[in-house]
């Protein structure tokens, strides 16, 4: 099974500031990537799939890059609504298993 | 309009089984493509997939929890049903259903109901 290793595990930002988030896969998932933003009390969002596509609605402030087993999730200028959790998906190892990251928790500095 | 939302106990007792329903509207389990999860998440911890049923009957499943589910669609109810078996306190969680999204190759999930908790204890 693939294992998706995300960090930092929190990251303080102030608002207007960016945010890099990571993620690495144990092996190659290509670009079979995905990315969410869950808030307290919600289900998740996707925000990026294909590791740079942005799903219907996402704000242009997100963008996603990477390959193989390296990924990342930038936020730019980070908006009140932004702060969350992320977790990253991988969707190339199939079969056996879509598997999550463990999230990156950003706070308001 | 895309919903989904999740129904069945609050509270199981350790060795039992769990049957959660998935209600769904605004898409059908009979169009080419189309697919429903399940996906987890403990109190304070991440997100875990359990299983995905296609429109094609396909059936996908956690290699770590596969021996204890099953998944099943009605379609003309617009339901999928989740059945975990020998729960454990460890299964705490509040359990999603959500939509995969349509795109080709893409097995991500687009819309999420709102969960349900489901605690396990004696």
């Known amino acids: 099974e693939i294992v998706m290793t995300q960090s930092p595990a929190a990251l303080s930002v102030s608002p207007g500031e960016g945010a890099t988030l990571s993620c690495r896969a144990s092996?190659?998932?290509?670009?079979?990537l995905a990315w969410y933003q869950q808030k307290p009390g919600q289900a998740p969002r996707l925000l990026i799939y294909?590791?740079?596509t942005r799903a219907t609605g996402i704000p242009a402030r997100f963008s996603g890059s990477g390959s193989g087993t390296e990924f990342t999730l930038t936020i730019s200028s980070l908006q009140s609504e932004d702060f969350a959790v992320y977790y990253c998906q991988q969707y190339d190892n199939w079969p056996p298993a879509l598997t999550f990251g463990g999230g990156t928790k950003v706070e308001i500095k | 309009q895309i919903t989904l939302k999740e129904s069945g106990p609050t509270l199981v007792k350790p060795t039992q089984t769990l049957t959660l329903t998935c209600t769904f509207s605004?898409?059908?389990?009979?169009?080419?493509?189309?697919?429903v999860g399940w996906i987890r998440q403990p109190p304070g911890k991440a997100l875990e997939w359990l299983a995905l049923i296609y429109w094609d009957d396909d059936e996908r499943y956690s290699p770590s929890l596969k021996s204890r589910l099953t998944i099943t669609k009605n379609t003309s109810k617009n339901q999928v049903v989740l059945t975990m078996t020998n729960m454990d306190p460890v299964d705490t969680a509040t359990y999603y259903c959500a939509h995969r999204t349509p795109i080709t190759m893409v097995r991500a999930f687009d819309y999420w109901g709102q969960g349900t908790l489901v605690t396990v204890s004696s």
């Open positions: 605004g898409f059908s389990l009979s169009t080419t493509g189309v697919g």
């Open positions: 092996q190659s998932v290509s670009s079979s």
């Open positions: 294909g590791a740079s």
